[in-house]
């Protein structure tokens, strides 16, 4: 295998096979240019960056994770991060998920979030608790009517019978995909020695697992936090207690449960699970830009990522993302104009899924993240948690987008 040298902008590149180099432009776009093998391709596309780079204003070469020959470019394609995830029976379209999120992934959003680029979104969690089954809230969770498939319902729960019991009534009901809730540290949750606190308890958790797995034909996931807390990072140890259940995926969110979601999620524990385990892994936590997705995926070595709060008021960022991974050019983010139109057709979808009541006070914390950073929010906010009608709150929310685009000059600052 040879070497290429590229000149971009008067400065020497060296590139070796299984080498990849970000160069960015003043414009703010970057271009990956990645030299799996010929180096005649290299110097091709190092050509076009030259060529379009004449503003170019930083290189950035790296090795290229996961390239070990010249097969690569046969099973692996021309970028490792465009890949296809599967879990059991189902191809994904990409490897972007939605990560679950009590009281914000409901089926409006999910939907959204697919239609704008996520290969899958995770249901909110269910209770594992019959008694609640019936209520109004649990039926809407489970209500899965139009969306894109694989439907996957998360599950909660401590008790092995109890948590195979809610596995089979959330597959009789049309859940595809059943994934164990093991990583959420909320207080209700805990209290019950559910979500994290179950990490604590290594025999339980393969209780659990092989107890769900056993009970549907549907393939099982599991989402884990690294650890009970910094002292006690057992994720390693479940992950192959998962493996060894058959769980077909598992998403690790990098914090423990005592860490809540304070500091900046690690990595390091998502890598070494990957080298641990034969099963795809789907890195998740603070996942904020495609950068940094492309760059999870690079340090981890995961097959997917999974994002949470970066997607709130903000459903393109899947499709943003999905573009730099493939492309890698970052796209500009939509309009005023094409984030109004988003916005009003998710907010009509809630008044659908909700009815008015609820629906308008569910639309408020998306209103929320969509107007957040944009001049007179905060006012604009203020006033629109006030209504109770969906006629007001349409009227209101679609004078603000209008305002914003005809760039009236708003005095509040956000
Ligand atoms: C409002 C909210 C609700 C959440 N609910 C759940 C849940 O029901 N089940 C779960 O496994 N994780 C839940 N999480 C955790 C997320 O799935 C995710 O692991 C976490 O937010 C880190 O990812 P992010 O940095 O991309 O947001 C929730 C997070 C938030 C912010």
Redesign the pocket.
Known sequence: MEEATLAIEGEQVRLTPGMAVTVEFKTGKRRVIEYFLSPVVAVWAGGFAGAAGLDVIRLYPRPIKGYHSPLSLIYGGLSRYDKNMRIGPYHLPNNLIL???????DRPFRQLCKEQGAGMA?S??VTSNSLLWGSAKTLRRANHEGETEPKSV?I?GADPAMMAEAARHNVDNGAQII?I?M??P?KKVCHVMA?SALLQNEMLVGRILDAVVAAVDVPVTL?I?TGWDKAHRNAVTVARIAGQAGIQAL?V?G?TRACG?TGE?EYDTLAAIKAAINIPVIA?????TPEKARFVLDYTGADAV???????GRPWLFRIVDHYLKTGELLPDPSVAEIRQIMLNHLHRLYDFYGERTGVHMARKHISWYSKGQPGGAAFRHAVNRLETIEEQLALTREFFDRLESGADLEMAA
């Open positions: 990560a679950p999120m009590a009281g914000v992934t995770v909110e969690m998360q909660a994934d809730n990583g959420c909320a979500g989402k936090r998403a969110h914090r979601y999620a998740n936590g603070d996942i904020t999974m994002i949470g709060r970066a997607a709130q």
